[in-house]
């Protein structure tokens, strides 16, 4: 079973970058970067394949934000440009196996504690 670890959370102005980090247990897992917003559903917001070739993008984040990995140090990262306060949220990453999943909580049956992210106008 893989365990993951965020950081890199913190407090933004609009126009901001942050860049949040997954560290995990182990290799060979689909990651997926969620968040939640105060009172709202956990939505997806970035995937990428084992070796990293393949990545999708919920299109709110879409030329916004970058997913990537190292797998020599089983990171992955979420770069996050041009921020808005409606990113404002906790971002959880999350691990699976098997087929390519959906951007979806439901195909991601491992998760991290996650990380609170706050974007100010």
Known sequence: RVQ???SGGGSEQAGGSL????ETSTYGYFVGWFRQPPGKGREGVAQISVTGATTAYADS???RFTISRDNAKNMVYLQMNSLKPEDSAT???AAATGTWPNLSPSDYPYWGQGTQVTVSS
Not at 19 to 22: D, E, H, I, K, V
């Open 4 to 6: 993951l670890v965020e």
């Open 19 to 22: 860049r949040l980090s997954c």
């Open 91 to 93: 971002y959880y990453c």
């Open 61 to 63: 984040v879409k030329g």
